[in-house]
């Protein structure tokens, strides 16, 4: 790091959702001191069903480049690809650019009953807990930012859905999310029909089902009538979670942007949000932009660095 950004050693990342997590992790790594402050712990990223999938945060070819960035670094810390069945009527713009030996068409025999096109992939299937918990740094202020001018110094703005307040963003919206936790059964697949909005995701921890992409609601309360269809649907795709236990069920609002993710400099302020629903799918990569951006100099108001 030159001399001219050793001034800016010392950082602070508002918000510890795996996007803030993941940029404090990288922050460290190349050499700077970081102190996360944040109201509570990660909330809608403790959520979130853990599989690497682009959805929902834009397809710009940036977003493209970090979500295939993160993908190799997320193998990296131990979460091994799994064998993903992807379920669309269209093809998956992202799809192209996943390397041979990591997607392939799905065979006959490997798609449910009455579906007839599907993608096999293989890419990382994480246990948010486990991964958000190795991230966790010692330094964690827990208060509540209300102005980015509360915070001197070089701060990393990844306060997510709070961004349309701190950034004055009002781009940013909340698209609700529920997932049902079951018991962990062997031989369940990891599949998704993105049209129908229904997923299955069987982690070693437990198995999620999810699908739920509601544009504007910002309830967090877990809807007991949404948790019946979810398990309906999901019990249609993959019958063997007919007798599944139940261990209970979340509710999330993901941060969405409508230009997509924001990740550049103003300032003294690296701004890193509106991830939508793949914020673990870009978080390493974000956070190596976020590390380049932060060892540039101050830059003269409203002027970005390219």
């Known amino acids: 790091m030159s001399e001219a950004t050793g001034q800016h050693r010392e950082v602070t990342v508002i918000g510890s959702g795996v996007i803030g997590l993941t940029c404090a ?5 190349a050499g700077y001191r970081v102190t996360i402050v944040a109201a509570d712990g990660p909330s809608v990223s403790d959520v979130a069903g853990g599989l690497w999938l682009p959805f929902a945060a834009g397809n710009s070819a940036e977003v493209m480049q970090w979500a295939m960035d993160t993908l190799p670094w997320l193998e990296s810390r ?26 392939r068409h799905a065979r006959a025999q490997e798609l449910p009953a009455g579906y007839d096109r599907g993608w096999v992939l293989r890419v990382p299937l994480v246990e948010m807990p486990q991964h958000l918990d190795a991230l966790e ?58 049209d129908r909005m229904i997923y299955v995701l069987p982690r070693h921890d437990r198995t999620i089902v999810g699908g739920s992409y509601q544009p504007g609601n910002e309830s967090e309360t877990v809807d007991p009538a949404e948790t019946t269809s979810l398990l309906t649907r999901a019990r249609a795709l993959v019958p063997q979670l007919a007798d599944a236990e139940v261990l209970g069920a979340r509710a999330g609002l993901r941060p969405v942007r409508a230009d997509g993710p924001r990740v550049e400099r103003v300032d003294n302020v690296i701004h890193c949000y509106g991830h939508g629903g793949a914020g673990l799918t870009l978080s390493w990569g974000c956070a ?5 951006l932060a060892d540039r100099e101050s830059v003269a108001p409203g002027v970005l660095p390219t």
Do not use: K, M
Request: negative net charge.
């Open 78 to 103: 131990g979460f091994a690809a799994c064998e993903y069945l992807h379920l669309q009527a269209d093809e998956p713009w992202w799809l192209d650019a996943l390397p041979d030996g990591r997607v």
């Open 137 to 194: 740094p010692r330094r964690v202020e827990r208060r509540t930012i209300t102005s980015l001018g509360e915070v001197s110094g070089l701060v990393v703005n990844c306060s997510g859905l709070a961004a349309r307040e701190l950034a004055g963003d009002p781009t940013v919206s909340a698209a609700r999310g529920q997932v049902v936790h079951l018991r962990p059964l062997a031989g369940v697949p990891c599949v998704c029909d993105e």
């Open 288 to 292: 190596r932009r976020v590390v380049e």
């Open 25 to 29: 992790h990288a922050l460290r790594g």
